[in-house]
Nanobody, 122 residues
Framework: QVQFVESGGGFVQPGGSLRLSCVAS????????MSWVRQAPGKGPEWVSA????????RYADSVKGRFTISRDNAKNTLYLQMNSLKPEDTALYYC???????????????WGQGTQVTVSS
């Protein structure tokens, strides 16, 4: 079955960096567009970034543009999110999610990981 195992979250001071990983299994990873979505306490889900199936096209929310970088290694079935210059408002549970369509502007997902917590605080 489709599964995602996320890792890399943690506690970091403002200005710090973290790299999230999401290892996929149970499907042909290289055929699917993927996204990172986050949810802060008491708030709804917020789309963060998307990448096409071969990694040649990426998009970012304005709130993270210039600070976060999404990438993927299809040989390792792994999605990444490099997060630099972290701010307290980046504190959230971060999920990787599989898009239902090969469309960068789509926000429809059929499978999600379990999430990895990122906490940014001094």
């Amino acid at each position: 079955q489709v599964q995602f195992v996320e890792s890399g979250g943690g506690f970091v001071q403002p200005g710090g960096s973290l790299r999230l990983s999401c290892v996929a299994s149970g499907f042909t990873f290289s055929s699917y567009y993927m996204s990172w979505v986050r949810q802060a306490p008491g708030k709804g889900p917020e789309w963060v970034s998307a990448i096409n199936n071969v990694g040649s096209s990426t998009r970012y929310a304005d709130s993270v543009k210039g600070r976060f970088t999404i990438s993927r290694d299809n040989a390792k079935n792994t999605l990444y999110l490099q997060m630099n210059s972290l701010k307290p408002e980046d504190t959230a549970l971060y999920y990787c999610a599989r898009k239902t369509r090969a469309a960068m502007l789509s926000h429809e997902y059929d499978y999600w990981g379990q999430g990895t917590q990122v906490t940014v605080s001094s």
